[in-house]
């Protein structure tokens, strides 16, 4: 058996896999998010070993002799995050997230000094991403700045607490803007650029190695024997991509969680900044992938339950039945957008709410925003890689019938949902630590996903004149966003 621990951005994921490295069990704790000024996006770390602890304890309560014959333990995470850790390892202020705007203005900065620099990390500065956070900390939180000892990304911060040493994978050392992508190696001139020793960056070893084995410790905390080996693991662009099989050169699936991603795997290292699209190591030997970004993925739906205090299964049954020509346009830019704008200060809107508009209309939506943002992302992948005509989706969002269909009549692709799909990064997590521990190879975790629905463009007329709308509306926002309101 393993296990496959995710540190999400909403919650904490733990999945427990059979020795056919087939989902076993799940469990999910939900994390708070802290935004202390608009922009801002922080969590404790703290907070994240709490939620595993948790977490395998309830995998654990549902299959009791999981515990003694269990084999490997497996990481992934939301990328970008950045955990500071002092000369005595201990976390100097809470991590700034992968969805923190605070660092828009070293971005452009860079942009302006060191444009060639895009080229060697695989991507366009980006608030969010890690490096820049550093610049930003050096200009508004000096004293913590100065005592940085060592910078770790969320998944390797619970990897230090499992086996006590500092180490991340190339996926994640690629969402740093501090890594040579091509190499696959941290880069002396991007740390140059952005105020980083590059000793406080953590050993890089590929996503199938163990970085360590669990201590008395961390065996003791979790009721697991010590000395099972940790995979590295992977960001969860990458442990994702491996819990569906996406590790050849072509496959590709799109992601929906919190954020959202529309991925396709590389057998070679393909720069293309301008296009906003973010070309990185894959976690495993000899793979790259390109992939479009979405600050916020499935979150709108989320944040539209919050505010009216309504589950987002009703929400979505609702949506159904929205009549069609009230539904207003949203913009999803609640914290920002990556690709294809790269524009960390744009923020969400709808337009053409009516008398007759209603909380249906203005789910559905939502859930248009989400699909149109899809097919800006299609868009910028298939201007450089070839896109495949069909796709698997996963995260939570895909098990939605009516995302999966609108997001299909959007983009003219075929979208399949798998069996375990919302499983994600964590399922991937624990495959990875099953080659970890010796008892699995590439070949064998780059199994097919059975295919439980088919989602087939449907309703296409419906959308055409709204993206091209929703396009324009964007730009027209984009000239007033600085304005005083």
């Not at 180490?167 to 941290?186: E, I, K, L, S, Y």
């Not at 960001?235 to 959202?260: E, P």
């Not at 920002?336 to 008398?355: K, M, N, Q, S, V």
């Not at 396009?471 to 304005?483: H, I, P």
């Amino acid at each position: 058996m393993f296990i496959g621990i995710d540190i999400g951005t909403s919650a904490v994921k733990v999945s427990l896999t059979d020795a056919d490295l087939q989902p076993l069990a799940t469990a999910t704790v939900p994390l708070a998010i802290s935004h202390p000024h608009s922009g801002h996006s922080e969590q404790n770390p703290a907070d994240w070993w709490a939620a595993v602890q948790k977490a395998v304890a309830e995998v654990l309560a549902t299959h009791p002799a999981a515990a003694s014959s269990l084999q490997g333990i497996g990481l992934s995470g939301q990328m970008h995050g950045a955990v500071l850790l002092d000369a005595q390892r201990q976390v100097i202020r809470p991590a700034i997230l992968w969805n923190d705007g605070r660092s828009d203005a070293q971005c452009q900065g860079l942009m302006q000094d060191a444009p060639h620099l895009a080229a060697l990390a695989g991507v366009n500065p980006m608030a969010g991403f890690t490096a820049p956070k550093i610049l930003w900390l050096k200009t508004h939180e000096p004293e913590n700045h100065a005592r940085i000892s060592h910078v770790l990304l969320p998944k390797d911060y619970i990897g230090l607490q499992l086996h006590g040493a500092l180490v991340t994978d190339p996926c994640d050392a690629a969402g740093t803007w501090w890594f040579d992508q091509a190499a696959r190696r941290w880069s002396p001139e991007l740390c140059a650029a952005t105020a980083t020793n590059p000793d406080w960056l953590p050993r890089v070893c590929e996503g199938t190695e163990a970085a360590g084995h669990l201590t008395p410790q961390a065996a003791a905390t979790l009721g697991l024997p010590a000395g099972i080996p940790v995979a590295a693991g992977g960001g969860d662009a990458a442990a994702g991509a491996v819990a569906v099989g996406a590790v050849m050169d072509g496959s590709a699936f799109i992601s929906l969680g919190t954020s959202g991603q529309l991925f396709v795997t590389t057998d070679t290292f393909r720069a293309a900044p301008e296009k906003g699209i973010h070309s990185y190591a894959h976690c495993l030997p000899d793979l790259w992938f390109q992939m479009a970004a979405m600050l916020n993925g499935a979150r709108p739906l989320s944040w539209f339950s919050e505010v009216t205090g309504t589950p987002v299964g009703d929400l979505l049954q609702e949506a159904e039945t929205a009549q069609p020509d009230r539904v207003p346009l949203f913009l999803p830019y609640l914290t920002g957008e990556r690709t294809p704008h790269a524009d960390a200060r744009i923020r969400g809107a709808f337009y053409g709410l009516g008398d007759a508009t209603g909380r249906a209309e203005m789910a559905r939506g939502i859930v248009d925003a989400i699909a149109y943002s899809f097919a800006d992302a299609r868009d910028a992948i298939q201007s450089v890689t070839p896109m495949p005509s069909s796709l698997l989706a996963i995260g939570g969002g895909s098990k939605s019938d009516l995302l999966l269909q609108t997001i299909a009549d959007v983009t003219g692709l075929e979208l399949h949902r798998g069996e375990g799909s919302p499983a994600g990064p964590a399922l991937g997590a624990a495959r990875l630590a099953a080659v970890a521990a010796g008892v699995s190879r590439v070949s064998d975790i780059g199994q097919s996903t059975e295919i439980t629905a088919v989602f087939k463009p449907q309703d296409v007329p419906r959308h055409i004149g709204r993206l091209a709308t929703y396009r324009a509306l964007y730009g027209a926002l984009k000239q007033v966003r600085d304005l005083p309101r």
